[in-house]
């Protein structure tokens, strides 16, 4: 099972791009995983940051179901005044990371069955919870700062798996991660069946924390 949370402002790509590859990763492996759009607060019209575009979440987020939780981005301007209004990304990953999602994702982080996986800004929603901190991950490049910020050891890769937390730093990482979580649970084959019919290739080497650890080079 896959749980896509939406949070008011989130960006749609980083929604879609990883539902459209899971779910045709899903039909290659005979249907043997599901997909769903959540919320926190259960099945409501949620509206992205992106020209109000909407989508509907058809449930409520569980950490108790065995899966995946995947925590995308937000959409919005990168600058502004939030003392006068202005809904920038990291006013809308800083409000999703207090809302009644955190409790849900905390929980989700301690299920043994349970990976939570982010795209772009959605690290740093979950660092911004104090969800992360020393672990390894990745965000848009404009937020590696703020990530390592917070305590959590930034890694500039395309896709960092550490575990039971994967995250894909850019807007379009969403597609890599999920060829990444259809290779961990199917294998490469159905990966490499998915990435042939989107006509889209991979990018980067997966990090993760294992092996020699290198010279500067």
């Known amino acids: 099972m ?18 459209e590859v899971l779910s045709a990763g899903s039909d290659a492996a005979g249907e043997a995983l599901a ?11 949620v509206v992205s940051g992106t020209r109000g575009l909407t989508l509907r979440a058809t449930g409520r987020l569980d950490p108790d179901r065995p899966g995946y939780v995947v925590v995308p981005g937000a ?41 939570v996986a982010a795209v772009c800004g959605g690290s740093l929603a979950l660092a911004m919870a104090g969800l992360i901190e020393g672990r390894h991950a990745v965000t848009h490049v404009l937020g590696m700062d703020v990530l390592d910020a917070t305590g959590v050891h930034a890694v500039p890769a395309r896709v960092v798996d550490d575990g039971d937390l994967i995250s894909a730093g850019g807007v379009t990482s969403g597609l890599d991660l999920g060829l990444h979580i259809l290779e ?21 080497i ?12």
């Open 2 to 19: 896959v749980q896509i949370v939406l949070f008011d402002g989130f960006d749609p790509l980083d929604v879609i791009a990883p539902f």
């Open 35 to 45: 997909v769903e759009l959540v919320a926190a607060e259960g099945a409501r019209e």
């Open 75 to 115: 959409s919005g301007p990168t600058t502004g005044d939030p003392d006068q209004g202005a809904l920038t990304i990291p006013v809308l990953l800083a409000r999703f990371a207090e809302s009644a999602a955190a409790p849900l994702l905390l929980a989700a982080l301690r299920n043994p069955e349970v990976t």
């Open 184 to 204: 961990r649970e199917f294998g490469p084959r159905v990966a490499h069946a998915v990435e042939t019919l989107f006509e889209y290739e991979r990018r980067g």
């Open 206 to 217: 997966v990090w993760r924390n294992a092996g020699r650890t290198p010279v500067t080079i």
